[in-house]
């Protein structure tokens, strides 16, 4: 793990770095931590320059306080990759509220991207029910603690297969989430519930777009990857069997092997 002291934006940033060539940024979701592109450092340095870093107020980055937002993630996240002195164009892969960001990057910075991977995410805002849900949310996590969303969340993070065969990756799903701040979980709450409708930017991107869904996702269900896929030009599908809302984690050999033939497409183009 290093950390970078991102001066202009207030705050330090923890991140992990593997390997080298064509930079592909990790972009973890909510709430949880880089940590989750474990078998992606381990599984893909040998094609690409991974980095995986913590958001504000995540993991093992400093705990600013909220309200945060997608774009001013997003600017955490060109800032980041200014530090590090990264002028060409790279791959941004956001999982659920990763997703949201890249969205938001995409918007802000599409000048810097050669390809996007957007895994278990959607497009769509939150809708009223969701925004009321996301307060709730906040008033307990601010009663009870972190733990509260931990345990709100675990049952649905991963595909029941999961669950019943691999209780160590629960557990450390578990670990990863209890982890985070009360900020991070606060400041979180706030970016999702206000996040944009972002189905107007589907048309916009001219981009190589590989989307990655797992196949038994219970928090955002199959069909929303297929409806980003009908309206992304030219995207990829690829369903990731055996997985649930953290498709990287729970099948990485199919989500890596898809990654793969991904950036191998793509590097021809993008090499100098
Ligand atoms: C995530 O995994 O980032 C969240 O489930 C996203 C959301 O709640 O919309």
């Known amino acids: 793990m290093t950390t970078l002291n991102l001066l202009q934006r207030g705050f330090s940033m923890a991140y992990s770095e ?6 592909l940024l990790l972009i973890h979701g909510y709430p949880l931590n880089r940590r989750m592109w474990a078998p992606q450092l381990l599984g893909l340095a040998d094609i690409a320059r991974l980095l995986a870093p913590d958001l504000r107020g995540h993991g093992e980055s400093q705990a600013v306080p909220g309200p945060y937002n997608m774009d001013m993630f997003a600017d955490d996240l060109a800032a980041f990759l200014d530090a590090l002195g990264i002028r060409q164009k790279i791959v941004l892969c956001g999982l659920s509220m990763g997703g949201y960001i ?33 307060d709730q ?30 209780p160590e990756l629960v557990e450390q799903a578990r670990q990863m989430m209890a982890a985070s701040s009360l900020e991070a979980i606060l400041g979180d709450l706030v970016a999702l519930k206000e996040r944009p409708d972002s189905i107007p930017t589907l048309s916009e991107i001219h981009l190589p777009t590989l989307l ?31 997985a649930g809302h953290l498709p990287n984690l729970e099948n990485p050999a199919a989500f890596n092997a898809a990654v793969r033939i991904f950036l191998n497409r793509l590097k021809p183009a993008e090499e100098p």
Request: overall charge positive.
């Open 212 to 242: 990655l869904p797992g196949a038994d996702d219970q928090i955002i269900p199959l069909q929303e990857a297929q409806a980003l896929h009908a309206a992304i030009h030219g995207s990829v599908l690829k369903v990731i069997p055996d």
């Open 137 to 166: 949310s906040a008033e307990l996590a601010r009663q009870q603690g972190v733990n509260v969303i931990v345990d709100a969340m675990l049952p649905k993070l991963v595909a029941p297969a999961t669950s019943k065969n691999c």
């Open 18 to 23: 593997a390997g080298r060539g064509l930079p």
């Open 102 to 134: 890249a969205f938001a990057f995409y918007r802000k910075y599409a000048a810097r991207l050669a390809g996007l991977i957007l895994t278990a995410t959607r497009a769509a805002a939150d809708t009223p029910q969701a925004r009321l849900a996301r």
